[in-house]
């Protein structure tokens, strides 16, 4: 794809990832309850989550009727255009439940298919509603918040990383989760937990996190932000040393990256 098709797909996710920000964001003020669960009791789904990616959906479509779109609360869109669409309306909704201010509208656009292992990915737009930040990418041209360009954090020993991580719904998920925590917690400066994926990513692009690893994530969750992180200077992978799917993403400058797989393999995780 040209440089000019790929800039104006990401002046398109842009605007409506923003559009979708505000709708999120006034539906939130207005009070929120939970809909439904999905895959355990404690994997919720809210109206809003629904909306947005409603609200997306029609917006995308307007623009670009013959693309695809792939999100978290609605069946996939088969396109004609080889263009997909990868919509996370609202990634962290426990946080959004709660009124933590770390939850976001994330938004992927991706040549070739709709499966992470074959696509490439050409835009990225992750918009934290609660704080008004944009992180944003474009494949060959760099990562950017709010109009600034970001890098990753380079020559950070594991010794002085921080590293941000996330858990499963899935309670026995959880139990192998903690057991990989436990071997890599006394090696590395600390562990954070956000509660949103496509933050987590972010905060590797903008050196907020030196790492971040986790298992579980469905392609929604890590698309932008992981082409963000990549932009960014971080390397990206996933299972042996793959691209990043749902067995694992993991995302660090090269140097960590090595370091911080290396231990992951020792426990037990396929990096």
Request: charge should be negative; charged fraction near 25%.
């Amino acid at each position: 794809m040209s440089e000019e098709a790929s800039v104006a797909l990401l002046d398109l996710a842009r605007r409506i990832a923003l559009q979708a920000a505000e709708f999120a964001l006034e539906a939130r003020r207005g009070g929120v309850s939970v809909a439904a669960t999905k895959s355990s009791p404690i994997d919720i789904v809210t109206a809003v989550d629904r909306d947005t990616e409603a609200l997306i959906r029609r917006l995308v479509l307007e623009a670009r009727p013959d693309d695809g779109i792939v999100g978290e609360e609605d069946e996939a869109r088969i396109g004609s255009s080889g263009v997909n669409w990868v919509v996370d309306p609202i990634d962290g909704t426990v946080n959004f439940l709660y009124g933590i201010p770390a939850w976001a509208i994330s938004i992927a656009v991706v040549e070739g298919s709709d499966d992470p292992t074959r696509w490439t990915a050409l835009a990225a737009v992750v918009v934290n509603p609660s704080t008004g930040e944009v992180f944003e990418a474009r494949a060959g041209g760099g990562a950017w918040l709010d109009g600034s360009r970001v890098h990753a954090n380079t020559e950070v020993p594991l010794s002085h990383a921080l590293v941000g991580t996330g858990f499963s719904y899935s309670s026995e998920a959880r139990r192998a989760q903690a057991e990989v925590l436990l071997a890599l917690l006394p090696l590395a400066r600390d562990i954070r937990r956000s509660g949103s994926a496509a933050l987590d990513l972010c905060s590797v692009a903008a050196g907020r996190l030196d790492a971040y690893y986790e298992r579980g994530l469905n392609p929604w969750d890590h698309a932008a932000g992981a082409l963000i992180a990549r932009e960014a200077g971080a390397t990206v992978r996933g299972p042996g040393g793959g691209a990043a799917t749902f067995e694992l993403v993991l995302a660090a400058a090269p140097t960590l990256y090595d370091e911080l797989a290396d231990v992951l393999r020792h426990a037990g995780v396929d990096a």
